[in-house]
């Protein structure tokens, strides 16, 4: 059976029609530069730590109605991607999930006879792969979820580390939109309130678990949002971490960009460092004593866009990459196998299937003569893990890069016996970029071994007479180089430990912007239906603010439908703002003001925040 996961709209503002960039409110907000002529210079900084790689860093999802999950082409699959993290039931399906049966309730979803908890643990473990669990919230019991924590620890040895608390529970229709199945009460405070019963229970079974609640995403729907008519008096993040901080293990984050084209898609990744500052600073502030030592995890991700393209496994690449240097202990791609929705022509005049798996389901969906590759066809996706897997191995310590363009994105590893790995990214879409090597702490010997993905090859293929210092990257690809050397110039600065120290490593990185904003609203007609507003916005910082971009989300159903000053740009509640010509700097000290006309319907309550360039801005 297939079920279409992604499909399910995601409210998140992007940048539409001719500009090439797709961006999530409130993350780090830039464009692809213009490349500068000649070669992209790359430099290694061995000395510079970003953390270690965590060993369930590399997450695929599976899931019961997976009618391929125990193909026997999938171990070898899994493990040949350096897979080491996987995540069962199944995203929404965990909700209504009993693992003791096999079943789903009340006829949601499907639960395949041969995909049950202990099928799922043999192909675990002959990939070698953690588990991520996801314990069912929506329709189960504490006392279900810790007999399953006792079956699979106690009973059968299993060693299962790592259990989610449920899916997407804010999607139960506790602010509006409703894709999630619960049967308990709504409302931040109410889920609060249940997993507090749920971790006590489960800790109880065994006390060496590690238990994750449910977040919403910086910047995305419903982030912000108090639900008053559930009982809630703060947003989602708040009330689950005041009253659950002190008991949780980690927290679970999803994350699917919307993008319009290729290019804004491969910035998607910009977003992710910001994404992971504010999570952690909400961490910090609402966790107490324990929030030093909760972790991240962001358990669903996907491109989101032309998903078997070749920009998906650059994206894939680029993805996992950054949330990992900045602290997140685990990332599980969504799916292994998915089937296909809409089958287009993507902007090269490449077939995509719509589907967000890593490997084909072999679907009899078909457009005209054109039908999904056979059962368990390796998309790019596939192969962009393939490469992260490759590359940054368990264990091996992230060190710091700079690339001279955006146009090439570049990340290395040091492993233990002191040889390094480089991965290269490019984004161009039809130019082969020269690129030089330099580094830091380490003087390379020889390449000992390279592999490339590129979309004129679409798989990961090995390379041959590649040297240290230099080479050129085919369009769309990513190129793994591991060199022998010697080590130089001092030791690594910093080695935090992704588990122990992601807050460290989390206020280590820059933010988005160094800006300092305040934010005027001032209504300037409202007429029952509709209203008109005026938005000042004064740089308060040191420094002018060039390509500004404005993100907020309305608490109700306000859509714009005029605007001056500005280009307004809206997904569902969240809307992001850019500048027109005349208005595209703001220096220091002075304001700009946009406005805009939109209609609404019931209250017209106003937005309870303002991002400019990622930052909050005060009102």
Not at 375 to 400: I, N, R
Request: aromatic share 10%; with cysteine.
């Amino acid at each position: 059976m297939k079920l279409s996961r992604i499909s399910r709209p995601r409210f998140v503002a992007v940048v539409t029609g001719p500009i090439a960039i797709a961006l999530a409110v409130g993350g780090i907000l830039a464009a692809e530069s213009a490349k500068a002529t000649g070669t992209i210079s790359v430099a290694v900084n061995t000395a510079s730590g970003l953390g270690t790689v965590p060993s369930s860093a590399i997450g695929v999802n599976t899931a019961v109605f997976d009618g391929h999950l125990n193909d026997s082409s999938v171990t070898t699959a899994l493990s040949n991607a350096g897979v080491d993290a996987l995540r069962y039931p199944g995203g929404s399906t965990s909700d209504v999930y009993n693992w003791q049966t096999n079943t789903v309730v009340d006829g949601q979803s499907y639960a395949n006879s041969s995909d049950d908890f202990d099928d799922f643990m043999g192909i675990a473990n002959k990939v070698g792969a953690s588990p991520v669990i996801t314990t069912n919230y929506g329709s189960g019991t504490a006392a279900e979820a810790a007999a399953w924590v006792k079956y699979a620890n106690v009973t059968k040895n299993y060693g299962i580390k790592y259990w989610e608390l449920g899916n997407e529970i804010y999607g139960d229709g506790t602010y509006g939109a409703s894709w999630e199945y619960n049967t308990k009460s709504k409302g931040a405070t109410a889920y609060a309130d249940n997993i507090a019963d749920y971790i006590t229970q489960m800790k109880a079974a065994d006390s060496n678990i590690k238990v994750g609640a449910v977040l919403t995403t910086y910047g995305n729907w419903p982030d912000g949002l108090v639900a008053t008519k559930y009982g809630d008096t703060a947003d989602w993040n708040q009330t689950v971490l005041q009253k659950d901080g002190a008991n949780i293990d980690f927290v679970i984050l999803h994350y699917y960009p919307n993008s319009t084209t290729e290019a804004g898609m491969l910035t998607q990744y910009q977003n992710i460092a910001n994404i992971v500052k504010q999570t952690r600073a909400e961490i910090d502030e609402y966790a107490g004593s324990n929030a030093a030592n909760i972790q991240i995890m962001v358990t669903e991700t996907n491109s989101g866009f032309e998903y078997d393209s070749a920009p998906a496994a650059l994206y894939a690449a680029d993805t996992y990459m950054t949330y990992l240097e900045n602290g997140v202990a685990n990332v599980d791609w969504w799916d292994l196998h998915n089937g296909a929705s809409t089958i287009s022509t993507d902007a090269d005049g490449v077939t995509d299937y719509g589907d967000g798996a890593v490997l084909s389901s072999g679907s009899s969906s078909c457009t005209g003569s054109t039908c999904e590759p056979a059962v368990d066809t390796a998309f790019p996706s596939y192969y962009g893990l393939q490469a992260v897997g490759d590359f940054a191995t368990s264990g091996a310590e992230m060190v710091s890069t700079t690339s001279s363009d955006s146009t090439v994105t570049a990340y290395a590893v040091k492993q233990s016996n002191g040889a390094v790995n480089v991965m290269l990214v490019n984004h161009s879409s039809s130019v082969s970029e020269p690129v030089s090597l330099a580094y830091s702490g380490f003087t390379p010997s020889s390449v000992t071994s390279a592999e490339q993905f590129s979309e004129a090859t679409k798989k990961l293929t090995t390379l041959s007479g590649v040297n240290t210092t230099g080479l050129t990257l085919p369009a769309y690809s990513i190129t793994v180089l591991k060199e022998a050397g010697t080590s130089g110039g001092g030791t690594a600065t910093s080695t935090p430990s992704a588990s122990a120290s992601a807050s460290a490593s989390a206020s280590a990185t820059p933010t988005p912007s160094s800006t300092a904003c305040a934010v005027t609203a001032t209504k300037t007609d409202d007429w029952g239906n509709g209203f008109t507003e005026n938005l000042t916005i004064k740089n308060t910082g040191s420094k002018a603010v060039s390509n500004w971009k404005l993100g907020f989300v309305f608490p109700g159903n306000q859509k714009i439908t005029y605007g001056w000053s500005a280009t307004y740009h809206q997904n569902g509640i969240a809307v992001l703002a850019h500048p027109v010509s005349y208005d595209g700097t703001i220096t220091a000290g002075t304001s700009v003001t946009i406005g805009y006309t939109a209609s609404y319907s019931g209250s017209n309550t106003a937005p309870t925040w303002y991002a400019l360039n990622g930052v909050h801005c005060s009102l």
